[in-house]
C-alpha cells in the first residue's frame, strides 16, 4: 500500500545541565570546581532510504521524540550526548513545517540527510566559571530545550517517465511489459488505485524509471475519481507517454479522450501542462488491419499537431520504439540543445 501523506510531532532532545562538584580527594581537600558540562540533545535527522518505498510507519505512531543529553558528571566529566532520532523516508519526501507551510526538506537524493529539529546545547558545569575573583562557583546553567515541530510528510515518486490516460487505457499493461513491475491488470476502469513505479531495461545498461499514474477522469482536478491524489506525483517526472485507447469498449472518441486529459493537467498545473510529451496510441493489435490502423492514426493525428506512437502491449509491437524515444528526449532534458525549447519534442527518433 502506497501511503504518500502523513503528519507528525518531532522534539529533539533538551540538553543536558551542567553540574556543580567540586574536586574532594585525600590529602587535596580543597581541589577547586569539577564539574563538568551537559550533553548535546539528540537532533531529528531526516534520511532517504532505499529500502523505504511508503509513509506508513508514520502514519500508525505521530510522536517522534529524540533523547535527551545526560548531566554533566564531577572530574570535569561530559555527559553523554543523546543519539539523533533518524527518520528513514522515502526518495521524494517533501517535509513542511505544518504551521508555516515552510519546506524544511525535499529528499530528492538517495542517501540525503538533513537535520530538521537540532538537538539542545548542553549547560555548562561549574568547572566553568571558576577565576581568580570566583575561585569556588556554585553556579551552573541548564541544558537548552529541544526543539518542537509539527510536520507535514508529502511523498512525491520520482520518476524518469509519468504514464497518464483514461482508466482502462492500458498503462498498467504496458508498465508490466517494459518492466519487472506486476500492476494489477484488468479490463474494468480503476484497477490500478495507487501508483506503480517499474525500471525499463535498454540496451547499454541504460535505465528509465516509470511510473504509473491511475484515477485520471474528467474533471479530476475538483477531486473526481481519485483527483489530484495522484497528480503530484508526475509533477517530478521529465517527460509525459500519454497513452489513448484507440478502441474504448464505451465507444467515445479517441481524440476527445486525449483532450480530456490534457486539459486536466492544465488546470491542475501549467508547469505539469508544459512537460514533454509523448502521444501513444495503445492496443493496435485491436485495431483490426493495417489500412484500420492507417486510417485511425490519419483521423487523431491532426487533432493533435505533434508526432504519434504506436503500440501494442499484447504483441510486444512498438515497445523498443517507445523506449527509445523516450531515451532520446530524456537526454535531451539533460543536456538540451540551445535551441530546444524544454517543451513538446517537434521530431521522433530515427
Given at each position: 500500500m502506497l501511503i504518500d501523506s502523513a503528519t507528525i510531532f518531532v522534539r529533539s532532545g533538551k540538553g543536558g545541565d551542567g553540574a556543580v562538584s567540586f574536586r574532594r580527594e585525600k590529602y587535596i581537600p580543597k581541589g577547586g570546581p569539577d564539574g563538568g558540562d551537559g550533553g548535546f540533545g539528540g537532533s531529528v535527522v531526516a534520511l532517504a532510504s532505499e529500502n523505504v518505498d511508503t509513509l506508513l510507519d508514520f502514519t500508525g505512531r505521530h510522536h517522534w521524540y529524540a533523547?535527551?543529553?545526560?548531566?554533566?558528571?564531577?572530574?570535569?566529566?561530559?555527559?553523554?550526548?543523546g543519539e539523533d532520532l533518524v527518520l528513514r523516508l522515502p526518495k521524494g519526501t517533501l517535509i513542511y513545517d505544518a504551521d508555516t507551510d515552510e519546506l524544511l526538506a525535499d529528499l530528492d537524493e538517495l542517501g540525503k540527510r538533513q537535520v530538521i529539529a537540532p538537538g539542545g546545547r548542553g549547560g555548562l558545569g561549574n568547572e566553568r566559571f571558576k577565576g581568580p575573583q570566583n575561585?569556588?562557583?556554585?553556579?551552573?546553567?541548564?541544558?537548552?530545550?529541544?526543539?518542537?515541530?509539527?510536520?507535514?510528510?508529502?511523498?512525491?515518486?520520482?520518476?524518469d517517465v509519468g504514464l497518464l490516460g483514461l482508466p482502462n487505457a492500458g498503462k498498467s499493461t504496458l508498465l508490466s511489459r517494459i518492466s519487472k513491475a506486476t500492476p494489477k491488470i484488468a479490463d474494468y476502469p480503476f484497477t490500478t488505485l495507487e501508483p506503480n513505479l517499474g525500471i525499463a531495461e535498454l540496451p547499454d545498461h541504460r535505465r528509465i524509471v516509470f511510473a504509473d499514474i491511475p484515477g485520471l477522469i474528467e474533471h479530476a482536478h475538483k477531486g473526481q475519481g481519485l483527483g489530484t491524489r495522484f497528480l503530484r506525483h508526475v509533477e517530478r517526472t521529465r517527460l509525459l507517454v500519454h497513452l489513448v485507447d484507440i478502441d474504448p469498449t464505451d465507444g467515445s472518441d479517441p481524440a476527445e479522450n486525449y483532450r480530456v486529459?490534457?486539459?486536466?493537467?492544465?488546470?491542475?498545473?501549467?508547469?505539469?501542462?508544459?512537460?514533454?510529451?509523448?502521444?501513444?496510441?495503445?492496443?493496435?493489435?485491436?485495431?483490426?488491419?493495417?489500412?484500420?490502423r492507417d486510417a485511425a492514426i490519419e483521423l487523431f493525428g491532426p487533432a493533435l499537431d505533434r508526432p504519434l506512437l504506436t503500440i501494442s502491449s499484447a504483441t510486444g509491437t512498438g515497445l523498443n520504439e517507445l523506449l527509445e524515444a523516450c531515451w532520446k528526449i530524456l537526454a535531451e532534458s539533460r543536456n538540451p540543445d540551445p535551441g530546444w525549447s524544454g517543451k513538446q519534442p517537434h521530431e521522433l527518433p530515427e
Amino acid at each position: 500500500m502506497l501511503i504518500d501523506s502523513a503528519t507528525i510531532f518531532v522534539r529533539s532532545g533538551k540538553g543536558g545541565d551542567g553540574a556543580v562538584s567540586f574536586r574532594r580527594e585525600k590529602y587535596i581537600p580543597k581541589g577547586g570546581p569539577d564539574g563538568g558540562d551537559g550533553g548535546f540533545g539528540g537532533s531529528v535527522v531526516a534520511l532517504a532510504s532505499e529500502n523505504v518505498d511508503t509513509l506508513l510507519d508514520f502514519t500508525g505512531r505521530h510522536h517522534w521524540y529524540a533523547p535527551n543529553g545526560e548531566p554533566g558528571g564531577p572530574k570535569q566529566c561530559f555527559g553523554k550526548a543523546g543519539e539523533d532520532l533518524v527518520l528513514r523516508l522515502p526518495k521524494g519526501t517533501l517535509i513542511y513545517d505544518a504551521d508555516t507551510d515552510e519546506l524544511l526538506a525535499d529528499l530528492d537524493e538517495l542517501g540525503k540527510r538533513q537535520v530538521i529539529a537540532p538537538g539542545g546545547r548542553g549547560g555548562l558545569g561549574n568547572e566553568r566559571f571558576k577565576g581568580p575573583q570566583n575561585q569556588t562557583p556554585r553556579e551552573s546553567t541548564p541544558g537548552d530545550p529541544g526543539v518542537e515541530l509539527t510536520l507535514r510528510l508529502d511523498l512525491k515518486l520520482i520518476a524518469d517517465v509519468g504514464l497518464l490516460g483514461l482508466p482502462n487505457a492500458g498503462k498498467s499493461t504496458l508498465l508490466s511489459r517494459i518492466s519487472k513491475a506486476t500492476p494489477k491488470i484488468a479490463d474494468y476502469p480503476f484497477t490500478t488505485l495507487e501508483p506503480n513505479l517499474g525500471i525499463a531495461e535498454l540496451p547499454d545498461h541504460r535505465r528509465i524509471v516509470f511510473a504509473d499514474i491511475p484515477g485520471l477522469i474528467e474533471h479530476a482536478h475538483k477531486g473526481q475519481g481519485l483527483g489530484t491524489r495522484f497528480l503530484r506525483h508526475v509533477e517530478r517526472t521529465r517527460l509525459l507517454v500519454h497513452l489513448v485507447d484507440i478502441d474504448p469498449t464505451d465507444g467515445s472518441d479517441p481524440a476527445e479522450n486525449y483532450r480530456v486529459i490534457r486539459n486536466e493537467l492544465k488546470e491542475y498545473s501549467d508547469t505539469l501542462a508544459d512537460k514533454p510529451e509523448l502521444v501513444v496510441l495503445s492496443k493496435m493489435d485491436l485495431a483490426g488491419g493495417e489500412e484500420d490502423r492507417d486510417a485511425a492514426i490519419e483521423l487523431f493525428g491532426p487533432a493533435l499537431d505533434r508526432p504519434l506512437l504506436t503500440i501494442s502491449s499484447a504483441t510486444g509491437t512498438g515497445l523498443n520504439e517507445l523506449l527509445e524515444a523516450c531515451w532520446k528526449i530524456l537526454a535531451e532534458s539533460r543536456n538540451p540543445d540551445p535551441g530546444w525549447s524544454g517543451k513538446q519534442p517537434h521530431e521522433l527518433p530515427e
